[in-house]
């Protein structure tokens, strides 16, 4: 592709961003979850362009980025009840639904599916911008396809400078892990990628709801997943990775007790200590606190990869509330290669 000249945009610059949007160019901004690529989701050269500058799969469908939740209709057919009523719960925030595309919106921007998922974000800075654009705007995470989602608009240059319009930095990202994507079509509910929105919190509205396969494990050569992201190696560093669950003090003895010299381990703080002989240490917060271990994890394995160790350990914590929506980003970080450490194993 041909090298473009990208503007580095203040998170003043809102009015700038949306008219380079509505002349069909691509823009990454921040949203309270992780950077996303924008461009008019009505605009099919636009979208188009995403697939390139990422190297996307052009079969991995992209969320639609709303200014208020009335404009679902614009872009959905068959709302049930209970989509408005997670709207209104959830919204602004980190939570995607799934619904039925409406023909409107071109079909390149959901891969092809006749769904599309939509969301309206909380991130002020992304606000202004879908306000300034006047469309909705159809952004996937602002990456290059299979490295880790950025979180920083340091992240975004690295992988997206030249090959975009504009970049809009609004600093680091609040939750620092993607929307959770629930599919609203039938019942029961289906979750097809945990996120900034616990299933705690969504069972809370909507009752018990399911949770789609490929969220807990690698689906086979032949399967088709609902959600065609999940089938792709995302957030994956060069280095191979093991994902470590299981109590922190386990894990990190079991860690410990296998790592190499030229090896690196992500822990959790507090537990540095534990790895003397590992040349690559990076704590990304502590064990008890999912919001700082989602906040720091995807700068966490970009930081390791550039450290290039032989092998990446990470210890992962549980699957509940926010831990599940981080502990399933590091284990296809790890191709679920996944150990799971019980406390009497541990020495
Ligand atoms: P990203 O914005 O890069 O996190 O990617 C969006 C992800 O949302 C995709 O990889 C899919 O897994 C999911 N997604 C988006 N649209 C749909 C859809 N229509 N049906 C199912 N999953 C979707
Ligand atoms: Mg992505």
Redesign the pocket.
Known sequence: MNVKETLLLSAEQTEKAGEILRGGGLVAIPTET?Y?LAASAFNEQAVANIYVAKGRPSD????VHLADAKDMEACCLDIPEEAWLLAKTFWPGPL?M?LT?RPAIPSIV??G?D???VRVPAHPVARAVIAAAGVPLA???ANLSGSP?PTRAEHVISDLYGRIDAIVDGGPCAVGV??T?I?MRKKPFRL??PGGISKEQLEEVLGPIEVDKAVTGSLSENEKP?????KYRHYAPKAPVLAVCGPGDASARYIASQIGENDGVICFTGREAAFGKARFVLPYGEESNDAALAHNIFDALRQMDKLSPEKIYIQCPDDRALGFAVANRIKKAAAFHVITVKPEESV
Do not use: C, F
């Open positions: 992780v996303g991995n469908p992209l969320i995607s799934v595309k959901s891969g599916l769904s599309v998922a952004a996937p995470s989602s993607e929307s994507v599919d097809l990628r609902a959600s065609p992201g999940m």
